[in-house]
């Protein structure tokens, strides 16, 4: 079985920078795209960002210029480094992949960290 786990996440001021990580356990298994998805306060859950193994990116508009999505596919990592926040970035987030393993594609979820961006 394959888990995700995130951390990072916490209280800052508007303004402020924070950084998650997620981080990807278990045996026998490769990762495709990996993404970071928030669902704020009676919002549905939406993409912030994703990455490609080959390293390529995209962002919801709403973060472009702020956040950045970095991974690490030897240590199966991806990180948020989001600057700039502001109130509206408030969310549950969470980390996800794509994973192949036993010739099975499946999406497995982190269980999430909050961001609280206090005004």
């Known amino acids: 079985q394959v888990q995700l786990v995130e951390s990072g996440g916490g209280l800052v001021q508007a303004g402020g920078s924070l950084r998650l990580s997620c981080a990807a356990s278990g045996s026998a298994f490769s990762i495709q795209t990996m993404a970071w998805y928030r669902q704020g306060p009676g919002k549905q859950r939406e993409l912030v960002a994703d990455t490609t193994s080959g390293g390529s990116t995209s962002y919801a508009d709403s973060v472009k210029g702020r956040f950045t999505i970095s991974r690490d596919n030897a240590k199966n990592t991806m990180s948020l480094q989001m600057d700039s926040l502001v109130p509206e970035d408030t969310a549950v987030y969470y980390c996800?992949?794509?994973?192949?393993?036993?010739?099975?594609?499946?999406?497995?979820w982190g269980p999430g960290t909050l961001i609280t961006v206090s005004s």
């Open positions: 996800y992949a794509r994973i192949i393993r036993a010739g099975r594609y499946s999406g497995v």
